[in-house]
């Protein structure tokens, strides 16, 4: 029997979806304006490995235009194209939720672009519960420079800072040594509990170090409390059928752990790709591997840097031959993304933007597969591989 992939590019998205007016997106695409961040100042820029899977070539289908860098005639080894999110969001969990068969039809909620954004009595009730002197923050925000703004007086006074973002999300930041990481993710636990009634997707720790505004840096302490998904996902499906998941990095958050089976942290990229081959090295015929590489989004998507961005996408195209090489005959591999960060888009929140889709396997042909209307279809293709019962959205390409 069979194994299934699916690995989550965080953020690489292939240009605007016909809605992302709506989401304050029109013009942004990712992959592209990366690639041309690169030819505009002579920088080398190459994605052979990605290209060899389709990577140029579901981009060109969805915007039209091959990126900088990218080869037309390079013969592509495995299906390819691209997929429209129907979720409402542009958010971790409807891109992930929806990557796993179930999109989002509801409303999440979201806090105002006001100072102060959050209920006062969300935060009266935090404050209280948590034995909180006060908080910092209260508004919409860019982590790391919240960070380095308010930090020192975090510190000093107790207060955790927090913030939130376009997406459905409540985020505290606070120091390690001097809050305590036990202590904050113990508060948010009670911040998500009091989050419910908002219908608000994710609460989210942010611990970091350092001991000036200079060396400020967040760690791999992170974690998100999610929502349960509604309904069952792929990963639920394959766990309820006896089958063998592996998650890796915060998959297992994404889903409430609802269905993630054994979760592998790591923090970093490189740390994530280590952890993948580990899981895969043992995962069981007929067993489903689900990871996130989440640099590309945390690092260089939100902070508006293309170079960092670049190089990411270069680090991870030389690793991929690594995974090519572990995969077993009957295997097959999905890449995909969950939303857009354009780098070089104004703001630091998430772009609503098509994802690629790149399906390979030592037994698995070639050739497109055009546009697909819901990023399910990547859950349909691979029960259909795994010879799951599927109920869900999308139908396999």
Sequence with gaps: MARALIIVLDSVGIGASMDAARYGDAGADTLGHVAEW??????????????????????????????????????IAGRWGFAVETSKGKDTPSGHWEIAGLPVTFDWGYFPETVPCFPTGLTDALIREGGLPGI????HASGTE??????????????????TSADSVLQIAAHEEAFGLDRLHALCVIARRLCDPLGIGRVIARPFTGTDPSSFVRTGNRRDYAVSPPA?????????????????????DIFAHVGTGEVLKATGNAALG????????????????????????????????????????MAFDAWLPALTAALRPGDICILTADHGCDPTYPGTDHTREHVPVLAFGPDLPAGPIGRRESFADIAATAAAHLALIWTGAGRPV
């Design 38 to 75: 690169f030819a505009e100042r002579d920088l080398p820029f190459a994605l052979p490995n990605l290209d060899r899977r389709g990577l140029g070539a579901a981009l060109r289908a969805s915007t039209g235009r091959l990126p900088p860098g990218s080869s037309a005639d390079e013969p």
């Design 136 to 139: 910092l923050g209260d508004c």
């Design 146 to 163: 919240i960070i380095a703004r308010l930090g020192t007086e975090h510190m000093a006074s107790g207060k955790p800072i927090l913030y």
């Design 232 to 252: 069952p996902t792929l990963l639920q499906v394959a766990s309820e059928a006896g089958r063998q998941v592996i998650t890796v990095g915060k998959i297992g």
């Design 274 to 313: 280590e952890r993948t081959l580990e899981g895969l090295a043992r995962l069981a015929d007929g067993g489903l591997l689900m990871a996130n590489f989440i640099d590309f989004d945390s690092l260089y998507g939100h902070r508006r840097d293309p170079e960092g961005y670049g190089g990411a996408l």
